[in-house]
């Protein structure tokens, strides 16, 4: 069974009540999604077991086999390539790894590489299993790390609570998305 | 010489738009005929990297020179990759600006600001 | 224009209630909530005029005519974000979808078009003063975009303004990247407990990144002493300015409750709020 722990406003005790959960569950899997200022580890202070990098693809260009014909400049809706002085540029950061160039470049001179843009780490607790992502600094976007989280609650056959980050936007609706229950944490205020 | 401005209308009475990547139009004046064509900036409705694509279009109508007010990180490098200066504005008034250029009085830009990954400028 | 960003990194620190304090104190002409995932400033700063009301475009999303697929699954097969469903007919899942157009190309059977949609919703306040502030649909991406337009529609507005103050959202990500752009000033409400002081790292480095001045204070600084130290001797040892701390204050939650400033009452954190505007706006206004 997944639970998902969740508030829109931050600073209610999401991670106060999830980390709490999952300790008293004995046998239990805690997952941290948000990777923007994942916290869990604090109070668990796991012992590691391993980490894995998070990275996206994007596009390289082999100038030898590029023509100049910019389909892949047009078809991009991120912008994140300019055709300059008879070369092509890829702006990384700009860039949503959809593969659209690489598949529609007619001279096949777009391949890809790796590119790091967080990490996820796993450990124990005494009895419960605490999995974290962080993402980097300067990255816009948590969600290929919520995604490969999220593979840890799969056929797991312990009770997981995953720790949402605040508010309602993308990255919430990813970290629910396989969620059996959502417990919301809410607070005596007027916000 | 072929120069290209950000402005806010299809007139040469118009002012100078306060941003690059999402101007309205762009401006591409001849000081040597003394004509002008107003370049509608695709970029001005995108999502992200307006002003990549906003580069691109200025890059592609074969200016020499950029004046404008700001430019990003990543504008600024599609724009000097093609060896096109980038000038500061003096104040808001197309003509004021193109005479100050004639004249040698602009300086280049130097405060390009940090890249916004693609969430426009200011 | 100056704009002061208040930032936090960790949610529930008190960025709305200190930007409203500050706000009121400065008697600011512009301000705006950039919050746009739950949006508060406008509970604490009552309005008298209406709204105006804009819609707000996001990324466009791909639509399946299912008259015209012939269920080939290259749509589903060529989607990195998984957000084709296969389930009797195929349907592209609205929160998944990035807008890539790759689907829409790929389709042999022109049977997938990419189609604008509401992602939320441009609020406008103006009168003698500006307030701008929107709200994002739930689920919906491209909330930096959004952040982006709240601030583009006050700066329009307020052109004269000679201070802005803005709120800003929890987290690093996209939100809090896109409502750097342009401020010359970021106050961080840091909260002396282990994951404030931990999230309060992460955000001075994401804002430094964008080379914006950072001040810091410290808000219910009196539930942990250690911490409170911690945190000023990591702000000296990097060289930021503190602009104070303010108090844990059971007044302050009656205060919000009754939808009021903590400086329109009489109360400890309302005193150290005053204190913290007058040092941040020193900071402000001074040259380096």
Not at chain 1, 155 to 181: H, R, W
Not at chain 2, 69 to 96: H, L
Request: proline share 3%.
């Amino acid at each position: 069974m997944k639970i998902a722990v969740l508030s829109g406003k931050g600073g209610t005790g999401k991670t106060l009540v999830s980390v709490n959960l999952a300790v008293a569950a004995k046998e239990a899997v805690y997952i941290d999604c948000d990777v923007e200022e994942p916290n869990g580890h604090l109070f668990f202070e796991p012992k590691p077991i391993g980490s894995e990098q998070i990275v996206i693809k994007i596009p390289v260009v082999d100038e030898k086999l590029c023509n100049g014909c910019r389909k892949c400049v047009e078809f991009c809706k991120f912008n994140a390539l300019a055709y300059i002085n008879n070369k092509l540029i890829v702006f990384d950061e700009v860039c949503h790894s959809c593969g659209g160039c690489m598949l529609f470049c007619p001279e096949k001179a777009l391949a890809e590489k790796e590119k790091m843009i967080g990490e996820v780490q796993y450990g124990v607790s005494e009895n419960v299993t605490v999995v974290t992502g962080i993402l980097n600094i300067g990255e816009a976007s948590g969600i290929p790390i919520i995604k490969n989280l999220l593979n840890y609650a799969k056929g797991e056959q312990a009770i997981t609570f995953i720790d949402c980050p605040p508010g309602s936007a993308c990255i919430v609706m990813e970290s629910i998305k396989d969620a059996d229950y959502c417990i919301l944490v809410a607070e005596p205020t007027f916000f | 010489m072929k120069i290209a401005m950000p402005v806010n209308d299809k007139s040469m009475e118009s002012c100078v738009g306060n941003t690059f990547g999402r101007t309205s139009y762009f401006l591409v004046y001849d000081t040597e005929t003394k004509e002008s064509i107003f370049v509608d900036n695709s970029a001005a409705a995108s999502q992200g990297g307006a002003g990549i694509k906003a580069a691109q279009t200025v890059v592609d109508s074969q200016v020499e020179a950029l004046i404008t007010p700001q430019c990003g990180e990543n504008a600024a490098k599609v724009i000097q990759a093609s060896n096109i200066k980038i000038y500061k504005i003096i104040n808001d008034s197309i003509q004021d600006n193109i005479n100050a250029f004639k004249h040698g009085e602009l300086s280049l830009l130097e405060k390009i600001h940090g890249g916004f990954h693609g969430h426009g400028g200011k | 224009m100056k704009q002061l960003l208040i930032l936090s990194g960790k949610g529930g620190t008190g960025k709305t209630t200190l930007a409203g304090a500050f706000i009121k104190l400065a008697k600011a002409k512009a301000y705006a909530d950039c919050d746009v995932d739950a949006p508060n400033l406008h509970l604490v700063m009552e309005q008298s005029v209406a709204p105006k009301r804009t819609d707000y475009y996001g990324l466009p999303k791909a639509v399946i005519n299912t008259d015209q697929c012939l269920q080939c699954d290259l749509c589903r097969q060529n989607c990195r974000f998984e957000a084709i469903n296969v389930n009797h007919e195929y349907k592209v899942d609205y929160y998944s979808c990035e807008g890539c157009g790759v689907c829409e190309i790929i389709c042999p059977e022109n049977a997938i078009s990419l189609k604008p949609a509401v992602a939320g919703e441009l609020v406008l306040y103006a009168d003698e003063t500006v307030f701008s502030t929107a709200r994002l649909k739930m689920g919906s991406g491209t909330s930096g975009m959004l952040v982006t337009e709240v601030k583009k529609q006050m700066n329009l507005v307020a052109k004269d303004a000679e201070l802005a103050i803005i709120d800003g959202s929890p987290g690093i990500g996209c939100p809090v990247i896109a409502s750097l752009s342009g401020v010359d000033m970021v106050l961080i409400v840091a909260e002396p407990s282990i994951s404030g002081i931990s999230d309060m790292e992460r955000i001075i480095k994401t804002a430094e990144q964008f080379q914006t001045r950072v001040a810091v204070c410290i808000n219910k600084y009196d539930t942990n002493l250690v911490n409170t130290e911690k945190i000023e001797s990591f702000c000296k040892k990097i060289n930021l300015p503190v602009a104070g701390r303010i108090p844990f204050d059971s007044n302050a939650v009656k205060a919000i409750n009754s939808a009021l400033s903590i400086i329109d009452i009489d109360c400890t954190s309302g005193r150290a709020a005053r204190e913290v505007f007058a040092k941040t706006v020193e900071f402000l206004f001074s040259k380096s």
